[in-house]
């Protein structure tokens, strides 16, 4: 017989399945119980599994499943990996996402070579043995700076019980849970439960569907998360518990919230944890209620409470759907956080902003115009194509000479220049060699090692190191006056370096470069509050406790605290705490003590202090975060 202990030491598995539509919260409930283990002292890790054909996310538009997240190693994902990162500040690699594609190039490559002595490869057993071998690998790796092995590993099953597609993975986790044993492993099944206006009551056949066509497929779920507008009432998780099969203390309400850092609070307060440690036997003290995620419930609070407001731009080209852009938004929103403001963030067509909507569509060019004049702030994030490049650089060119706070991010570094070539320099013709091969001023060039041809991860990506040339930097100073930092990159074109001489000369200061001396990483405008941009993105390793530099300083400089802020100095390493919400001094050197910078560079590092691990930073998951107020500006973006 095995113990009680010894069965706690065995790696644990929880998998998240969801029924009756998709982005019903899936990475909110998997990311919001790896947080509740997380502050029981459990290592957690996660796995996203995306049952569509694609190797990678990397060739995909940003309409079809929002943006592409880069992880330390290179890897392109699923934008739910940032939000597992975010919320249990973990470093995760791109083998944490699996794909139908990646599984069966693994598999046609092993009988290419002649693994399987010439037998006839099938789905059942090789594909979902393929899918099984990748999930134990992969649950073993450390994520954590402690370099632990993982306790317990989530993973969530993406798509919705029933598709055709995910069929392999629910049949390979039927098998799985014999083999790792029942006690290690729990299905959790995430629904709606719907509230129709014409009968005014809670539904839950579509859940009982769910859950049956799931438990035809032989998984039946020890836990269900009810998804509702509204809480349901005894009487309606009484209905679920009867016929679907589960206890009524499983069946788990999670209602829209004021804010999604609320959930594991809610989840904790329904006894999430209690059920946990009972299911997979996990060996670790019920925590006291009263100290129980201290941090995170101040955090929640703060968010819910704020009354000021700062209000900033993006100027892009997919302002219509906001996960396009789902890590620029949470990165602003912990920036604007961390300054006791709200973020109401304005979405901004960059095409609208053109000379040539003027003709086709003036109504739409005016209310794109009016839209930014009113603003705080301006973000160009990144992007690829032609479209909208004019228009994020006349929203640069404004910026630059109205001295409105500007922050540029990849492609918005590269019109930034392309855009002060032309109206400084006076190259009329400047442009990229991505949109004009032909220019005479390429002042933005492809990289030497960017072949033409495949598209699929030809790019530089991953963390790439960036030293500050001058200590007269606003960024250096926002990154604690360090000499060098790591941020995650994904770019095929950068800065000339033939041309610098140039723009320094004018006043455009490229203050960070490469290890080599060779391509420009940060670029700053002498004599402008603030007017930065960088060719890497800082919103892949934003915190809401660590909330990344570059974007707090363009949140600090659009309320007018960037001065304040910088001549209190911001070099400590401790985690961010409750800020006073006055305007003084005072407030400004409290932000000043419990920023940490510091630690947002080494969680890219894989070095996260151990102080931030059990703060349990976290961060909003679901593209409408309820924490933050978004305004839909002017100029839809339509789908090319």
Excluded at 510 to 534: Q, S
Excluded at 542 to 565: D, M, N
Aim: charge should be negative; charged fraction near 25%.
């Amino acid at each position: 017989f095995t113990s009680t202990r010894d069965m706690s030491k065995e790696m644990k598995y929880i998998l998240i399945t969801g029924g009756v539509i998709s982005g019903i919260g899936k990475g909110v409930v998997a990311s919001s119980m790896g947080v509740l283990l997380k502050h029981c002292g459990v290592e957690v890790t996660s796995i996203k599994i995306d049952p569509y054909i694609n190797i990678d996310a990397g060739t995909f538009s940003p309409y079809e499943h929002g943006e592409v997240y880069v992880l330390d190693d290179g890897g392109e994902v699923d934008l739910d990996l940032g939000n597992y990162e975010r919320f249990l500040n973990v470093s995760l690699a791109r083998d944490n996402n699996i794909t139908t594609g990646k599984i069966y190039q693994s598999v046609i490559n092993k009988e290419r070579k002649g693994d399987y002595l010439g037998k006839t490869v099938q789905v059942v057993p090789h594909i979902t043995d393929a899918i099984q071998e990748w999930v134990e690998r992969v649950a073993k790796v450390p994520v954590s700076g402690n370099s632990k092995t993982p306790d317990v590993c989530i993973i969530e099953l993406g798509g919705t019980t029933g598709d055709i597609e995910g069929m392999p993975f629910v049949e390979a986790f039927r098998q799985f849970q014999f083999k790792v044993k029942r006690e290690n492993f729990c299905t959790v099944h995430v629904s709606l439960v719907p509230k129709p206006n014409a009968t005014g009551e809670h539904k839950t056949k579509p859940t009982q569907n769910s859950v049956r066509e799931l438990r035809g497929l032989g998984l039946s779920p020890d836990i269900i998360f009810c998804r509702s507008e509204q809480a349901i009432d005894e009487a309606v998780k009484d209905k679920i518990s009867n016929f679907c099969h589960v206890e009524p203390s499983r069946v788990i309400n999670i209602q829209d919230l004021a804010s999604i850092y609320h959930v594991p609070i809610e989840m904790h307060r329904q006894g999430v944890v209690k059920i946990l440690k009972e299911k997979l036997m996990l060996d670790f003290q019920l925590p006291k209620p009263k100290k129980f995620m201290t941090k995170w419930c101040q955090l929640a609070d703060r968010s819910e409470h704020l009354r000021k407001f700062v209000k900033i731009a993006l100027v892009g080209k997919y302002t219509q759907l906001s996960d396009a852009y789902a890590s620029v938004m949470k990165a602003l929103g912990h920036a604007a956080l961390a300054a006791n403001h709200k973020l109401q963030l304005v979405m901004i067509a960059a095409a609208d902003l053109e000379e040539e909507a003027k003709v086709v569509d003036p109504v739409k060019y005016h209310e794109a115009w009016k839209a930014l004049c009113e603003v705080d702030g301006v973000l160009v994030p990144g992007g690829f194509g032609v479209r909208g490049t004019q228009g994020k650089m006349e929203a640069a060119r404004w910026c630059r000479t109205t001295g409105k706070p500007y922050l540029g991010v990849c492609l918005g570094l590269q019109c930034a220049v392309i855009e002060f070539a032309r109206n400084v320099l006076h190259w009329a013709d400047a442009h990229s060699t991505e949109m004009n091969p032909e220019t005479t001023h390429p002042v933005v060039i492809d990289m030497p090692e960017h072949t033409q041809g495949d598209m699929g991860g030809t790019m530089r990506l991953g963390k790439r190191q960036t030293v500050f040339k001058t200590a007269d930097s606003v960024l250096r100073q926002m990154y604690g006056n360090t000499d060098t930092i790591e941020e995650r990159h994904r770019h095929r074109y950068e800065v000339n370096p033939k041309y610098v001489p140039e723009y320094e000369a004018a006043g455009m200061k490229f203050v960070g470069h490469d290890v080599d001396n060779v391509r420009m990483e940060i670029m700053e405008l002498d004599n402008h509050p603030y007017y930065v941009a960088v060719q890497y993105h800082p919103e892949y390793i934003s915190r809401p406790l660590a909330p990344s530099p570059p974007y707090l300083g363009l949140i600090l400089a659009s309320v007018g605290k960037l001065q304040s802020f910088l001549s209190h100095g911001c070099q400590s390493a401790t985690p961010s705490q409750e800020l006073s919400d006055v305007d003084s001094d005072d407030e400004i050197s409290s932000m000043v003590k419990n920023l940490s910078y510091r630690d947002t560079v080494k969680s890219v590092n894989h070095k996260l202090s151990s102080k931030l691990e059990k703060s349990g930073s976290g961060s909003s998951l679901d593209s409408q975060d309820h924490g933050l107020v978004f305004q839909a500006g002017p100029g839809g973006d339509s789908k090319e």
